[in-house]
């Protein structure tokens, strides 16, 4: 144990609560006159088009019956419309998303005090057939009627509130997924045929699953193509279809896209396969140093899995640490030369970075490989990736569920696991309001294992185009250069967002710091363009998360990565592209050689990849130190269902802004953006930069408390943390920080999407403290709230006074009949050079006898 351990919180006290309603401004609608002026040409092409799908399948040999989905856009809320979908035979509800920013008009605006100020709304998405379109028509004729029918009410609140409708199109289906861009570059490439991944809208009726699937694989023969394979996932609304057409039919659609087989109403995107892949180095790796001796090999169960590509087991690094299980034989195929992701990734889990010279973990490392090399001739680089004929999503549900259920006849093969690193991100799908597949999949698996996902966010490796001509670089001080390119970042924010999994809601998403353990380097041709190590690195994917929370959550050591100067004269403005030559700067990590025999080599990396893998490692060595407490603790606060959320909380905790706050206030501050100052800064840093060692121990000055129960919805827990008697009275520094974190089960058919919303007040008065960094509101809408407050005041207070801090749970996508688990952790500091032993005053009052009512523990 540490010589000064962390502590365990008092056990809460149960109460309930009654939440208090938000009053919600009504913004300005149309008169019901100007309603039909402007949505009547909009439901008279909507017939028209439905006329036509009707004439196009009258005697289509599949007999498929005309359906087509429709998308309503509307401004404001209209609470419980899903009811009023469902009252109308052969209607179906899809789904609704939030919409925010919506730029006012004539029509619609905020009052007329603030006509210019955006707007919000919703976007519904209606699956109907010709009864539901013939009964829409009809409730859009008789709109001006004050009584549209038994059960229809809320359709007059939508016409009122309407701004558009259309039906789902093709621009929808391909905008965005990179499917036409990767076709292309694959007939240049000369291939034969073509795998492609398509998403049907999820159908709860297995009848109508079967007719979707029927009638999609119908237009796929006409084409010529054929059906691979399919997932349904009822937990996570997915169905998904792999197929294959011909270099032919894709030449074809390219031409014309408006084909009947991209225009099938059952399908809500088209993407690429073959798409969460890594690029192979492209230099050759350094020679290697062996590892230290005696370096002890792990012992016990894992507790982290990989999920990677496969690494090189018998590397001098990883040799006796790994447990591969293989289960599809993909290592007989999988050269040695090509196993680069998956071997750097182990080994900054097993020993972090080789320059920093630290402990290797105890423990062994699972490892299941779920990427492949691709060594496809026309591939430049050569990539790792999920292979073209498998559908990621049924990949990794397989891979995880066989972690803690098993497979087949075989039992669960590591169902002590508790921590998964996932560092693949999917370039064709940044995150943009619709979460992605697997997204939902993590999110789910999450819940249903109590296991914590940690996600990379993702990397954009595309040019940086600083705001300057290009003959002014070679001018810039190094100070002037950064700022330059953080402004060239921030305005290109749209093509640097989230990589999917990193918008999962239950996952610890996970972004990079420009900053390693590696010695200084010669640059040469190579450029910096960050003199700070507390900035994010430069080719990090950019926040916000779902329904704009604070993602990546934390930041964690990277890399330094350089660039070089675009040269040529074909440019106006000056360029940074990236380096990514194996040298330092960087991160050391093991490699697979290009010489036989060789086992010892390694390459300098760097991005979000590693980032995540450090903190998985980060996590491995806090379930250590649960594990130390879990035996100290007298009864069942740390069991171990609450490790997950634990682990979450704990690394969350310890994260700051730092002077990164003020370098990028600086830069990015303008007249027009200063109310929302922090939710770009949130962008860039999430929860901020990750001080792992101030979670594994306390100090003199520095008390941290942990707590861990479970909460219904409508009831609360209230944690009271003893303050210290000599800080009373005191007028000088102080920090509390407050971290919550939860696991939420998931609602995929509702626009929150969480269904359960765990939060608490700060209690600032007790030590005049006020709010630090991150914005109160954006704190509460992911599944970790972290609050920094600080104040120098002298705050009074007796012995018998304590920091109460109340932790509520309320449904928030409907029903929520679960136990949420959640975690809690606080820590009360002061300066280090203060004569004051927090840590000793909050321990000794925490050992005091309290009699708990029975009530008040009822509900762990």
Known sequence: MAEKPLLILPNPKLSSFKRK???????????????????????????????????????????????????????????????????????????????????????????????????????????????????????????????????????????????????????????ETGLLEDWRERVKAGEESIRFEAELWFRNNPDQQRASLQFFESLLRQEGGKLLGQSVIPEIAYHGILAELSIQAIQVILEHPDTRLVRCDHVMFFRPSGQSAVKFPEDKPLAGPQPPEPLSLPQGLPIVALLDGLPLENHDWLSGRLIVDDPDGWSADYPAQTRHHGTAMASLILHGELDANEPPLERPLYVRPILKPDLRDWRTPKIENIPENILPIDLAHRAVRRLFEGEGEEPPVAPEVRIINFSIGDPSRQFDRFLSPMARLLDWLAWRYQVLFVVSAGNHQQEIVLNLPRTALANLQPEQLQAETIKAIADDVRHRRLLAPAEAVNVLTVGALHADSSTSAHLGQRIDPFCSDSLPNPVNALGLGFRRSIKPEILFKGGRQLYEEKFGNLHSNATLCINTASLPPGQKVAAPSTLPGDLSAIRYLRGTSNATALVTRTAGLLHEVIANLRQEASDDLLDDHCTAVLLKAMLVHSSSWGGAQLTLQQILRTPSNSHKLKEHIARFLGYGRVEPDRVFACTDQRATLLGYSKLTEGNAHTYSVPLPQSLSGKKLWRRLAITLAWITPINCSHRAYRRAALWFEPPADSLLVKRQEADGKAVQRGTVQHEILEGEKAAAYTDRDGLDIKVKCRADAGDLPDEIPYAIVVTLEVAEDVDIAIYEEIRQRIRLPVIIAPETISNR
């Open 21 to 175: 309603g938000i009053p919600i401004g009504k913004p300005h609608f149309p008169t019901i006159e100007r309603q039909h002026e402007r949505l009547s040409p909009q439901f008279e092409r909507l017939e028209r088009a439905f006329e036509a799908r009707c004439f196009e399948l009258k005697n289509d040999p599949a007999g498929a019956a005309p359906e087509q989905v429709l998308v309503l856009e509307t401004i404001g809320t209209i609470q419980d419309f899903i009811v009023a979908v469902r009252n109308i035979p052969g209607m179906e509800w899809l789904g609704e998303w939030d919409e925010e920013e919506i730029p006012p008009d004539e029509d619609f605006f905020q009052d007329e005090k603030h006509k210019d100020k955006p707007l919000g709304g919703r976007l519904f998405l209606i699956m109907t057939d010709q009864q539901a379109m013939t009964e829409l028509l009809s409730l859009w004729q008789r709109y001006p009627s004050a009584d549209l029918g038994h059960g229809r009410a809320k359709w007059r609140n939508l016409f009122q509130q309407l701004r558009n409708i259309r039906p789902w199109g093709v621009q929808d289906r391909l905008l």
